[in-house]
């Protein structure tokens, strides 16, 4: 009966207009919805309810959202959107950093924001972590035996380009900031070497084929942030 | 938003009151040693010197011209030279004289700096007013057409509230539109902006774009021509997606539906700049506002009623702070051509595994 259950969103946004939309927006959509207008009374529901996932403004009266965030994060596994405003690329990437998992920047369509609320709620499912061999579109990555298919054919990748490959896969549809993915697979003294990061991520969409060019591609590049990784960018917005 | 007057009472101009007064004396009183002149006649030289100084600079150094003329007249020149001798009736009002000019001086010349801070204020003023009355125009047509649409919404007839949702959507976009803009154009002027330069890919920079721009390019065909072998240069990402995208919607909306725009991308003949051109199939950019076009609340001729220029000039300060350039032309074959440039260096080459 558990898949019966539907899942509970906490949404925590300081505007009363604000979360009423979006609670009408989630419960027409099947969510079960709390609200929270702090940060104080949003790690207070945390705590009482655990919800399956929590969209959380930036621009809190009390606290700041990456305050909230690192508050909430000891206590709370689900996974968390952040809301935020044109033009504050730096408030992203410290959320980002801080363990959120995706933001939506204001103002956003329903569509969009139920694409990736779908994305997100998705990753929590057993089912799509990855085991020892992972598929999207015409790839299969082979974890144990580091090879990569396409089409049935052998793909040829360097190290680290299967590395960086794998680090999106193990996050999909999560959004891997700049700083984040350096600092993993290069060490924190080459957080600044955007240019290896940009570099890879060519030779990998060329190497499998993955169009930058287009909406469809896996890769999607989040200007002045990062990438995300989408297993399946058609199911989403 | 508007620049704010500009106060001249920084130190650093104080400072150099000070230093003009101290060169002025110190010319004299050296010119004055070798010059066939009674030492009578070097105080008059010092006495113009005192009015020619406090004509340009504020009271305090005026007040100090005259203590120092005083002071070196006597002790250069007023017999016996090289000490401070008692002196004469006639000598003390000479004396007198240099700080009374300084006062008189200096006071004209602060009379001058308020009257020239009144006018820069009332064009300020004029300013403000302008911005306020195009900005309230802008807000309150969004938010007409937002509550009579709410009252619209009442309606039974279903291809009504169809359009009424459409009205709807379209007064969203465009107050969206103004809002961002107004903050954009915020951020610069107030000096917020600090852009983070970083090494960008070009196909990446051009695809955000194309997704912020979204509905907003309607039904033009969007044609792209980047090589595949561009490398990446620096620039600022969130800058570059939303300069790449207003002029994607500026293209969009002065051009018929249907006609396609283009974005073409490569490194310039000597490899010093990144060129980034998106043009169209409009009417073209007329010669005599090509220079204006970038100066904030300029509109084209042709331009639709609404807007309030200030697309352009966003797009013109996003490439400036990031130490790039924006020029537009109307090629000989019609439409509109928007270059966008940056300076290119090659990046450190990547290690190699």
Known sequence: ?237 | MLSGIQTNTSNFALAWDYAKVATVIALITVVGQFAPLSYHALGYVYLFGVIALSLSIRRWPALAAAILSGAAWDFFFVPPKLSFSGIHFDEGLLLTTYFAVALIGSQLTALRASANRAELFAESERMHQTLLDSVSHEMMTPLAVFRSSIEQLATQDPTRREQVILELKVATQRLDRLVSNLLNQNRLESGVLRPNVDWCDCHELVVAARRSAGVKIGDHPLTLDIPMDLPIFRADAALMEQVISQLLVNAAIHTPPGTSIKVVAGLSADSTKVLITVSDNGLGVPEEIRDSLFDKFTRGHNARKGGLGLGLSIVKGFMRAQGGEVSVESPPGGGARFTLSLPYEKSDSIPLE
């Open chain 1, 1 to 237: 009966m558990k898949d019966e259950r539907k899942p509970d969103i906490l949404i925590v946004d300081d505007e009363e207009q604000i979360r009423r939309l979006l609670r009408f927006a989630l419960e027409e959509a099947g969510y079960s919805v709390r609200e929270a207008d702090s940060g104080r009374l949003a790690l207070g529901e945390i705590a009482l309810h655990a919800p399956d996932l929590v969209i959380l403004d930036l621009g809190l009266p009390d606290a700041h959202g990456t305050e909230v965030l690192r508050a909430l994060r000891p206590i709370c596994p689900a996974p968390v959107l952040i809301l935020s405003v044109i033009g504050n690329e730096k408030g992203k990437i410290a959320a980002l950093d801080a363990g959120a998992d995706d933001y939506l920047t204001k103002p956003f369509s329903g569509g969009e924001l139920l694409a990736r609320l779908r994305a997100l709620l998705r990753r929590v499912h057993p089912a799509a972590t990855p085991g020892n061999s992972f598929e999207f579109g015409p790839i299969h990555v082979d974890f144990q035996q580091r090879r990569v298919l396409r089409n049935g054919q052998l793909v040829k990748l360097t190290f680290m380009e299967f590395n960086v490959l794998k680090m999106f896969v193990t996050n999909s549809d999560k959004v891997l900031t700049h700083q984040h993915i350096l600092t993993e697979l290069w060490g924190p003294h080459s957080v600044n070497r955007t240019n290896y990061l940009r570099y890879y991520m060519m030779q990998l969409r060329k190497k499998l084929g993955d169009p930058v060019d287009s909406e469809g591609g896996h890769f999607q590049t989040e200007a002045g942030v990062g990438y995300r990784f989408v297993s399946n960018p058609d199911a989403g917005a």
